[in-house]
């Protein structure tokens, strides 16, 4: 659309010079013309230099004649093809021919979405999975501070494989910048404009929101939710008018789906979604749920299990030492409460994000898709506790429950139940014999021995080496204190696989360890989730893989929704060639985007596939879920060296290169570290810093010399004597 100086609409021919087919443009030579649009011409054109078809997209010559205009075309394109991103079409480049620029694209197989959805309305589903990539693409643009502008069905390409890639990044903003020859002008597509773009007032990231707002609800419906004959009407119901709920054309909305479409519609930019990555978790979230069967349609009964998110309780002590208690406490309950069939707990890794959050508890819980949130404060003085806890609502925010507890540190195993006791009374769930059992229930019941276990997972989390070995002391203590202690000889034996496994650690003294620890941690407690997985990871490091399968398996049955499990056993599978079910299991291990590690080897193992656009999204998620793991743990030289990788399979050599040095300057006598970051220094071309990090692995310990001599990342330093003297030190 073209507003003229007096500010009457109007429309305007501009022209075009077409090339026919055969036409030499440099190295690319015309194919046909894919399509007219109302500032260009597309043409699908073979690039002879590297035999590939390409799309080559013209502006048309009115808008191109002024020498300014096109330097600020080719300043644009050249931000937009920074863009690297499986659901982004790639520019390749921005070039001129006979004094008209052009742009060449990526060609993609398939079609539009505008064609995809034509005269049929997709499966929920279906429909999910691209507005999910969609998302995905949107949010990459957005954090390059890139808007489209101009984001439409039309906009928006549907591989021959089902996978959406949005087209035309920064057309809209180049023709919209405000110069003399342009004035006047505005950009749009009336149907999926913004209040803000029909105002004329600025616009950002919220306005794609908006737009991707009316896409979504065409998917869902295959109705547009304003209407109209004229454009001055499509405009009014833009500004005024509600959308009729999209149940209304199908009973098969959920009512979630439908509160998410409804808000990016906001008219108010402040109260829609203020980013696409919120956006792409709460419909992941939806799909999920679909599949699991926990969501609500209008009308319908509620036929799902409550959920609840259990925070890390506050440490108001004033003692940093006491943040083993606080984030134990949390964990403890978590523990009790995934024991009941009827309520779905939130894994630790997705909640641990949020401690020490200034968001309000509705805001948190929407993030993590839970129906309550308990929070909780700890302060302990000498063997006094004071704890508070408080349980939400989210959807209103009102407390459903809360107490205070004063009691003796002796106290604490019933401070537990207590709390357990009451969230269930809160929300009214039924409880089986079993579950009732299983909720009072505890592991042991010396305090002394609780202590010790609680130290313990501190250092379990932090996952080095170091870490590793006092974790195993402090459980070790534990078992000293209470022989009957399940949950710590479970722990002895993750963190005496873990020092084999990642480091090479005498091996037969290890994994003796976690065989008998596991084993008696079984005999203590046949039910204990935690058990049955350090058993599974001990038998696949004991090349007993079908023994590690059904106790995997078994573990996650127990707990389905803890995401170690998972992950460990995605591992496993992913070392025996298994490499789809290692894929799903990596998926369903970094559900809450929190789990760094099992995000990461989703891309690694989608990689190995050869699933190119699903490794690249896999790699932008593990890349923001190892962001988030440094900003709550900046020592974690580990979470360095994955985003290290990440960086650079995304483009960013320096970045990832920065990465790789910073995690080293973290932990330079971790072989592990020393060893991950030297293969990532040999892909990348670094042979020095590669055969200085591997000599550093092999001094700090590192044992695993089959992995040296097998590994592929490692192909380009074989011939270099360096290397090959480093081998004969490690034989």
């Known amino acids: 659309m073209i507003k003229d100086d007096a500010g009457d609409d109007k429309e305007r021919t501009l022209t075009f010079e077409l090339w026919p087919a055969g036409t030499e443009i440099g190295r690319y030579v015309i194919d046909e013309v894919l399509g007219l649009g109302a500032f260009s011409a597309v043409y699908l054109a073979s690039d002879r230099d590297l035999d590939r078809k390409v799309v080559l997209k013209f502006l048309a010559g009115d808008l191109s004649h002024n ?20 659901h982004i079409v790639t520019i390749y480049g921005v070039d001129e021919h006979r004094g008209l620029p052009f742009i060449i694209m990526e060609y993609v197989e398939g079609g539009t979405l505008d064609a995809y959805i034509k005269n049929r309305r997709l499966p929920v589903e279906e429909a999910l999975e691209l507005a999910i990539q969609i998302s995905d693409g949107l949010a ?24 959406a890639k949005i087209v035309d990044f920064g ?47 065409r998917i869902f419906t295959g109705k547009m939710p304003f209407s109209g004959t004229e454009t001055r009407d499509i405009f009014k119901a833009i500004l005024e008018k509600e959308p009729l709920p999209m149940s209304e054309y199908s009973s098969n909305i959920p009512l979630e789906l439908e509160r998410i479409v409804s808000r990016l519609l906001n008219k108010n930019s402040n ?91 509705r805001e948190i819980g929407r993030k993590l898709h839970v129906d309550t949130l308990l929070e909780g404060s700890v302060r302990q003085a000498s063997d006094r506790l004071r704890i508070f806890v408080q349980l939400v609502d989210v959807a209103t925010g009102y ?48 305090t002394q021995a609780y202590d010790y276990y609680l130290r313990g997972r501190q250092f379990y989390h932090q996952g080095r080496r170091q870490s590793f070995q006092f974790a195993r002391q402090m459980f070790t203590r534990a078992t000293d204190i209470d022989p009957q202690y399940a949950l710590a000889y479970a722990g002895i034996a993750q963190c005496s696989a873990m020092l084999f496994h990642f480091y090479g650690e005498a091996k037969d003294i290890h994994l003796e360890e976690a065989d008998r620890t596991s084993l008696r941690a079984l005999e203590l407690d046949p039910e204990l989730p935690q058990a049955h997985a350090a058993r599974g990871l001990t038998m696949w490091l004991m090349d007993r893989f079908d023994e590690a399968r059904v106790e995997f398996e078994t ?93 650079c399979r995304l483009g960013d050599r320096r970045s990832g290169l920065e990465w790789a040095e910073r995690a080293i300057a973290i932990d330079p006598n971790d072989a592990g570290i020393q060893y991950n970051v030297a293969c990532l220094f040999a892909l990348e071309g670094e042979k020095t810093r590669a055969i200085q990090s591997l000599e550093a692995a092999v001094q700090a310990g590192f044992a695993h010399r089959d992995w040296v001599e097998k590994d592929p990342d490692l192909d380009s330093l074989r011939d270099d004597p360096r290397f090959q003297s480093l081998k004969w030190r490690t034989q």
């Open 171 to 217: 057309l809209a903003a180049i023709l919209t910048r405000d110069k003399p020859a342009q004035v006047g002008l505005i950009v749009g597509t009336v149907p999926y404009m913004s209040p803000e773009q029909i105002q004329g007032r600025p616009t950002d990231a919220r306005s794609d929101l908006f737009s991707l707002g009316v896409v979504l609800y």
């Open 67 to 86: 020498q300014d205009w096109r330097q600020r075309f080719r300043e644009e394109a050249q931000t937009v093809a920074q863009l690297n991103h499986p």
């Open 555 to 647: 573990a996650m049955r127990l707990d389905p929704e803890q995401d170690e499990t998972p992950y460990l056993y995605g591992r496993a599978c992913f070392q025996k060639g298994e490499l789809e079910q290692a894929a799903r299991l990596f998926e369903r291990a970094c559900r809450g985007r929190e789990n760094h590690e099992a995000c990461y080897f989703a891309a690694q193992t989608h990689t190995a596939l050869g699933h190119n656009e699903a490794a690249l999204a896999a790699y932008h998620l593990a890349l923001r879920a190892v962001e988030k793991r440094v900003q709550l743990h900046p020592d974690d030289a580990r979470a360095y060296t994955m985003g290290a990788v990440s960086f």
């Open 399 to 446: 407390h459903l429950w809360s107490e205070r507890y004063d009691r003796d540190f002796q106290d604490v195993f019933a401070i537990q139940d207590e709390i357990s006791q009451n969230i269930v009374r809160s929300l009214q769930l039924i409880l089986s014999e079993n579950e009732i059992q299983s909720l009072s229930r505890t592991s042991t019941t010396d």
């Open 271 to 361: 109260l829609r979604y203020q980013n696409a990555e919120d956006l792409r978790v709460d419909l992941r979230y939806i799909l999920e749920a679909i599949m699991s069967g926990r969501v609500q349609y209008r009308g319908r009964q509620k036929d799902f299990l409550w959920s609840i998110a259990v925070l890390p309780f506050a440490n108001l002590s004033g003692e940093r030492q006491q943040e083993y208690f606080c984030d134990g406490m949390s964990e403890e309950i978590i523990n009790a409460l995934a024991r009941i069939k009827g309520l779905r707990v939130a894994a630790r890794t997705s909640t641990l994000s949020f401690k020490n959050s200034s968001d309000d508890a």
């Open 140 to 163: 990459e643009a957005h954090n390059r501070g890139i808007v489209h502008r101009d984001l439409k069905p039309s906009n928006i390409m549907v591989t021959s494989r089902g996978r």
